[in-house]
């Protein structure tokens, strides 16, 4: 089953890749660091309100954050097996690391959904 | 004339050195290469952040400014400091690699690496210029 699963992982692997690429330094440098340390005004809290209540945010920010997470868990499960040298436990690091990106997709399509 | 061949009935057991587990600062390469590996924890931790500041707007306007509080604190300046070098070091990596992970071809000719690479980059201009005007708009 992890075979027939592996170009799909992949795939997430890749589009999260090429999002977070084009788009997380610019929200990290925002919301991050301009907007706590006040080097730019900081949204008002109805716009953002607003903002993030739309249909079109609530599935960019759901995109944004479930590809990242799949992103991570394909990227750092690699790192673990060849940087710590622990292949053996495949399984358990495979579980954990997609587990975790799946959970965290859930989580995020649930505050989204519930906004 | 030919010596007899022998056969052992044991299999060879290979020479194989232990490698460190350290064996990625041995090299610069190594070391940039898991680093690039390590820009995905950086990754990871700003969508779950992006999703908590979500979760803080939802609540309302003194979670909101609660959060907002919080991330100004030193030590979630240094974690998004440091979150920022490591996703730029992301961006510069991926979009160098771009051109080798997918060959674009025109007309028959293979599209210059450079100028996929500069797709890319003007995408980045782009998207971020965009991100930050509809987000500052308010």
Redesign the interface.
């Given at each position: 089953m992890a075979r027939s699963l592996t170009p799909l992982l992949w795939t997430l692997f890749?589009a999260?890749?090429?999002l977070?690429?084009?788009?997380?330094?610019?929200?990290?440098?925002?919301?991050?660091?301009a907007?706590?340390?006040?080097w730019?005004?900081?949204?008002?809290?109805?716009?953002?309100?607003?903002?993030?209540q739309h249909p079109l945010t609530r599935l960019y920010?759901f995109t944004?954050?479930s590809l990242?997470?799949f992103?991570?868990a394909?990227?750092?499960r690699?790192?673990l097996y060849d940087?710590?040298?622990i292949k053996h436990l495949t399984a358990l690091i495979v579980v954990v690391c997609y587990g975790a990106a799946l959970v965290?997709s859930v989580?995020?399509a649930w505050?989204?959904w519930?906004? | 004339m030919s010596s007899p061949v022998r056969y052992t009935p044991f299999h060879p057991r290979w020479h194989r050195p232990r490698v460190s587990v350290w064996w990625w600062l041995q090299r610069g390469s190594y070391a940039a290469f898991v680093l690039r590996e390590l820009t995905s924890v950086a990754v990871a931790y700003f969508a779950l952040v992006t999703l908590w500041l979500v979760r803080a707007v939802a609540r309302g306007p003194e979670a909101y400014a609660r959060a907002l509080e919080r991330l100004g604190n030193p030590v979630f300046v240094f974690l998004n400091g440091l979150a920022l070098l490591l996703v730029l070091y992301h961006s510069v990596t991926w979009f160098n690699l771009a051109p080798r992970a997918m060959v674009l071809r025109l007309g028959g000719k293979r599209v210059p690496d450079a100028v996929v690479a500069g797709l890319n980059y003007g995408a980045w201009v782009v998207l971020s210029a965009s991100v930050a005007w509809i987000l500052l708009r308010g």
């Open positions: 890749s999260g890749g090429t977070a690429a084009l788009l997380f330094p610019v929200h990290l440098l925002l919301t991050g660091l907007i706590p340390l006040g730019v005004e900081a949204p008002s809290h109805p716009f953002l309100l607003g903002l993030i920010l944004f954050v990242a997470l992103h991570w394909h990227r750092f690699y790192t940087g710590l040298q965290g989580l995020a505050t989204l519930s906004l | -």
